[in-house]
């Protein structure tokens, strides 16, 4: 950001996206001063004033968890404070909750450094009796040697002093009717560290960074007084002058707010986590610690607390650069200014009718590992190759704006001449919000760079959600779901490098042995000791298919959560299998949008046979209905909000079979292309038909929706529930019902067109009649992404206008100007992030044209009789770019269809409505063989293509 003291005639900018570069040009009516300032989160590295302007950060700093980081904010990480967290939760580096005892009885972290006493001591104010424990180097000072004691005490012994480690507990939940008042009170944290330069309550609360200004907000409050008798004291008013005579215990106290509302009661848990202190000479409570030297652990007796030292993340580093410059390219004067903690600033004078540009460069540097579009340097010592990277940078375009600008324009240009489409008058915000999505995902990825996280690169706090990361059971993929229609195939491949990076991971997970419990075992990357199991049926046993199974696995598994970064990942799959069979559909849209042959027998096919691999190793094969199951999965996350108890595992879900059909029938379909695995085709067709088309996996799980009394598909074969208005069940995450629509594209149009018999019929009426229900629970705009609800919704649809004014509706009640819907406070609760709902787009393009079964329709599902349509350049399977218009009253018959043939393949489109036969011809005049066959009670016209030849389809 940047301050000005006059009035800025205009400003511009814009991103060189190849570079990683952003030009802002300024221009003013009058002569004034600018500033620009950039700050760094609280637990960044301190800030260099290394001209011409710099400032490293210390790039996604670890967070073990969110209790974690809630308490190290204000804290300079670098300290490497002590604390209790839960065991098993010690963060993504190495040994965060590992500690050895040496031969001299010295404890030690696993990587050899030393508990010492923090100076100066907890927090300005506090009795010297009490010091921060912290992580440092062992010199061989006294202050280096704790050791266990045979009482289970953590001592140090420093002259004549004895300081023992320590806990300052967290306040015990608040009384009846008073809740935790959210803020900083005089810069205490909300797990109730104390405030130790404070001397009265009323001194604390006259710097509690609080906006009272309403008076019921704050008109009660008590505070706790720690101690020998603990108590609450009850006020009224937030500034009473009664407080004055209450001094605050040095031990901790916090500030609660009374709940008026009763029927809204909640109360805040404060997280049972603290920092773990050094009392001296017995000035505090001791803590009691249990040593498992298997597991290396401390762990607070009586709890399931471990010690734990937070950490940066020293592998990872990033710099901003800024040049300044005029017109002509020449470097202004300009001033340095820096904190030297968390803000660096440069001021330049900016004359009248002068422009002046500022290149922002920014780099980010990897240490010993591999990170997508990062370059692996030294970041150790003031000049590191981060802050080299971004001076750099920023000096070299700061020479090239114009070409840099010229470039950037081009390759927007060529982005919007790839597709369009037209919705007509009626629908026009849903074409407004096509083409915001189109940007968001063209804004946000690009070959050779890091692909966009949760939130792309709109980051607006020092913390975001999910740590912006990659997460695999929807939000990553998500993001993508529309490019390939869109024709942007090309936005996709940031996505594949991450994935291919984790591959060995994968592999890895399936050949431990997870008969071996949590806290056992060393994790590849920066985990040693947390690692999710794989609940049997009974919710007990760790084995991955029960207790009597020992079979072996094979192919991969993945965890839930990705990063950039190969080495840090959350390693819990959260009991969800389908994570790589669900990151394996792109790798199937990649290759039929693009028949880039290459890709697929490099890429893509070695992938899916993995995923393959691990299913039929995986599965149970059902004597009683000959078919396989998928056990021990779970639809939800952790299979949560299921009518089964939380943590009990969800069996043959359609989130696994839908995908893994998908999986299995395109294997075999890939492997007779390139003319491999012939051995395993006919069992990979089998397992990629419908169980009543004599499909070797588990038919989809139903059940009875209680609104309407219709059979609707459920999230899996043991729940007993479904969503309804009175019961939102797993409405917020409908993609438990959709998967095999979408994602999975098992469940599609093809299944009505007769040639799947009422089985087929019955499983697609059953399909629309979940899209409709459970899409109404959430108002068509679930919390956790439209993405969920639309494109599912629109592979089935048979009414396009129905399915139109439900996706507008959506629109009306959570677009903001932006153009982004926002979704937190929907019926179902929660908050989704909004680049992911990019992948809503594909319902739209869905309704105009759908090809994933293997020939094109056009406008599946009509159009509004009343409303013109148009779209030009979607991408089809086989890699057809295809153009089609509608108009009002052509009662769902297209027009003006043209289609243009990528990569040279047999084209198939199946009869329009109102057509009785159709002719084709060839941008040279020449009319190809059209060959006709029935696809059950609809016809399929299909033809031969030549590599870059358009074509026109006319109504015969």
């Not at 010592?381 to 981060?386: E, F, H, I, L």
């Not at 696809?935 to 074509?951: A, D, I, Q, R």
């Amino acid at each position: 950001n940047y301050t000005v003291d006059g009035t800025l005639l205009s400003t511009s900018s814009f991103v060189d996206s190849v570079n990683d570069v952003l030009f802002v040009k300024l221009v003013a009516n009058a002569t004034m001063n600018i500033t620009v300032i950039s700050s760094v989160p609280q637990s960044a590295q301190t800030v260099s004033s290394r001209a011409p302007w710099v400032l490293p950060t210390e790039a996604g700093v670890s967070k073990a968890d969110d209790a974690m980081y809630a308490a190290r904010q204000g804290v300079n990480v670098t300290d490497n404070n002590v604390m209790l967290n839960d065991c098993g939760r010690g963060g993504q580096h190495n040994g965060t909750q590992r500690f050895i005892i040496d031969n001299n009885g010295i404890v030690k972290t696993s990587d050899g450094r030393c508990l010492k006493l923090s100076t100066p001591p907890f927090a300005n104010g506090c009795p010297s009796s009490v010091r921060k424990l912290i992580i440092g180097t062992c010199d061989n000072s006294a202050e280096s040697k704790w050791k266990l004691t045979k009482q289970g005490l953590l001592q140090l012994q420093l002259e004549e002093d004895i300081y023992t480690a320590s806990l300052i507990p967290p306040p015990p939940p608040p009384p009846p009717g008073y809740k935790f008042l959210e803020g900083q009170v005089g810069g205490q944290s909300k797990s109730g560290y104390p405030l130790c330069n404070c001397s009265t309550v009323k001194e604390c609360m006259s710097k509690a960074p609080l906006q009272c200004n309403q008076t019921d907000w704050c008109e009660s409050y008590a505070i706790y007084t720690p101690g020998p008798n603990p108590h609450w004291d009850r006020f009224c008013h937030l500034y009473d002058a009664n407080d004055t005579a209450h001094a605050y215990s040095d031990k901790g106290w916090n500030l609660w707010e009374k709940v008026h509302d009763e029927t809204q009661r909640k109360f805040d848990t404060v997280p049972q986590l603290g920092y773990v202190i050094a009392n001296r000479n017995n000035s505090g409570a001791a803590i009691i610690w249990m040593y498992d030297m298997q597991k290396q652990f401390f762990t607070m007796n009586g709890t399931t607390q471990c010690l734990t030292f937070a950490e940066p993340n020293r592998n990872l580093n990033s710099a901003i650069g800024v040049k300044v410059t005029d017109a002509s390219g020449n470097t202004l004067p300009v001033q340095f200014g820096t904190d030297n903690v968390r803000e660096s600033n440069v001021t330049f004078t900016l004359t009248v009718q002068s422009p002046v540009w500022l290149t922002i460069a920014v780099q980010v540097c990897c240490k010993n590992c591999t990170a997508i579009g990062t370059p692996s340097c030294n970041i150790s010592g003031p000049s590191n190759g981060a802050i080299d990277g971004a001076l750099h940078n920023a000096e070299e375009l700061s020479q090239n704006i114009k070409e840099s600008q010229t470039s950037t324009l081009s390759w927007w240009d060529g982005f919007w001449n790839a597709s369009e489409v037209n919705l007509g008058d009626d629908f026009r915000l849903l074409e407004q919000f096509w083409y915001a999505m189109q940007y968001t995902v063209g804004a946000s990825a690009r070959e050779g760079k890091m692909a966009p996280g949760l939130w792309g690169p709109w980051i607006t706090t020092d913390g975001a959600g999910w740590n912006g990361d990659y997460t695999l059971n929807y939000n990553f993929q998500a993001i993508f779901y529309a490019v390939f229609s869109s024709n942007h195939p090309e936005l996709a491949l940031p996505y594949f490098p991450v994935i291919n990076q984790m591959v060995g991971l994968g592999k890895w997970r399936v050949a431990m042995d997870w008969s071996i419990t949590v806290g056992k075992i060393g994790i590849p990357g920066f985990f040693t000791n947390y690692f999710g199991g794989w609940p049997d049926v009974d919710g007990k046993h760790w084995t991955p298919r029960g207790a009597n199974s020992n079979a072996s696995l094979r192919g991969i598994n993945f965890p839930g959560h990705f990063s950039a970064f190969p080495e840090l990942y959350y390693p819990n799959d959260m009991s969800q299998k389908s994570d790589a069979v669900f990151v394996g559909m792109h790798y199937i849209n990649y290759f039929e949008s693009t028949q880039d042959m290459q890709f697929l027998q490099d890429v893509a096919y070695p992938y899916l046979k993995l995923v393959a691999d691990f299913y039929e190793s995986y599965m149970i094969l059902n004597t009683t209905t000959g078919k396989y199951d998928i056990l021990n999965s779970c639809a939800m996350e952790n299979c949560g909000a299921q009518e089964l108890p939380r943590g009990v595992a969800s069996n043959n879900p359609p989130f696994d079979i839908g995908l893994a059909q998908t999986n299995f029938r395109k294997l075999a379909e890939y492997a007779t292309i390139l003319g491999v695995d012939e051995d395993r085709r006919a069992t990979w067709t089998k397992l990629g038909l419908h169980s009543f088309a004599g499909g070797l996996l588990a038919p989809y799980p139903t059940t009875i929706d209680p609104s309407t009394n219709q059979t609707v598909l459920n999230e899996h074969q043991d729940s007993h529930g479904f969503p309804t208005f009175e019961s939102i069940g797993n409405a917020r995450y409908p993609i438990v019902y959709f998967a095999a629509m979408h994602p999975g594209s098992a469940i599609s149009l093809s299944l009505g067109d007769g040639g799947f018999g009422a089985e087929g019929e019955s499983l697609l009426k059953a399909a629309r009649a979940t899209v409709k229900a459970v899409n109404a629970v959430n108002w068509w705009s679930p919390t956790n992404g439209m993405c969920m609800a639309w494109p599912p919704a629109s592979r089935v649809s048979n009414n396009a206008t129905e399915t139109l004014l439900s996706f507008q509706a959506a629109l009306n009640v959570t677009l903001h100007p932006n153009l982004w819907p926002w979704l937190e406070n929907r019926p179902s609760a929660g908050s989704g992030c909004p680049i992911e709902n990019a992948g809503a787009t594909l319902a739209i393009n869905d309704l105009l044209m759908q090809s994933h079964e293997g020939f094109i329709r056009l406008f599946p599902a009509g159009w509004p009789s009343d409303s013109d349509a148009s779209f030009n350049q979607l991408r089809a399977d086989g890699a057809f770019l295809v153009t089609a218009s509608i108009v009002a009253g052509a009662h769902g018959s297209p027009s003006d269809v043209r289609i243009t043939s990528l990569a040279g393949k047999k084209c198939s489109i199946m009869l329009p409505p109102g057509w009785s036969d159709l002719v084709v011809t060839s941008q040279n005049g020449s009319h190809p063989i059209v060959t006709s066959a029935p696809y059950g009670n609809k016809t399929l016209y299909s033809f031969e293509t030549v590599v870059n030849t358009n074509y026109t389809i006319m109504k015969k």
